[in-house]
């Protein structure tokens, strides 16, 4: 487990740069621009906030449980690796059918094809900028491993709570889930 994870850490890790590299670097929210309002000294106190929070999300963090109102039994595993601005996930649940390797769908019995179906439910990947705004942590995809989701910005309330990073929210097939997060890093 510790060689994948540290491989899948590495895979994420360079997937962040690239992103960034792409993007020019890390972005400002809207939250984080400095506004010529009157008003400097509440908006820099604010901005020195949100600054804090991302600064505590930062860093690579290991699936510790998934629980959701549709399948509460599944047992699940993941990485996700939070930068100054950006975000990549990748979890799945820990019994998953084993597909061949080569397969291709059209050789595949309806057993079989039924069988990807049920695999690739049970995954989730995704990577984009986020926004904190108070203890609402939203993510603009970059790329996501179903493209249907594109234009979506899901959300998740978090609270960091014992050295676990909690999120609560809706997925994008309307379960309701809670994620605990370790850190690993």
């Known amino acids: 487990m510790v060689q994948s994870r540290s491989g899948a850490v590495a895979i994420l890790s360079v997937l962040l740069l690239l992103m960034e590299a792409r993007m020019g670097g890390s972005r400002q929210t809207s939250q984080e621009k400095v506004p010529s309002t009157p008003n400097r000294t509440d908006k820099t106190d604010q901005e020195a906030q949100i600054s804090d929070v991302r600064h505590k ?81 939203t993510i603009e995809p970059l790329s996501y491993y179903n493209p249907v989701n594109f234009g979506k910005k899901p959300r998740r309330v978090f609270r960091l709570q014992d050295g676990a990073l909690v999120l609560n929210g809706v997925s994008s097939n309307g379960d309701r889930v809670e994620e605990v997060w370790k850190r690993v890093e």
């Open 57 to 137: 999300l930062q860093g690579v963090w290991e699936l510790e449980s998934y629980r959701s109102t549709i399948k509460p039994e599944e047992k699940w595993v993941g990485i996700m690796i939070i930068t100054r601005g950006y975000i990549s996930r990748v979890y799945m649940a820990k019994a998953r059918s084993k597909l061949p390797f080569d397969y291709e769908t059209q050789k595949l019995t309806c057993q079989q094809r039924q069988q990807v179906i049920e695999s690739y439910k049970l995954f989730r990947a995704g990577s984009g900028q986020y926004d904190v705004s108070g203890s609402t942590l």
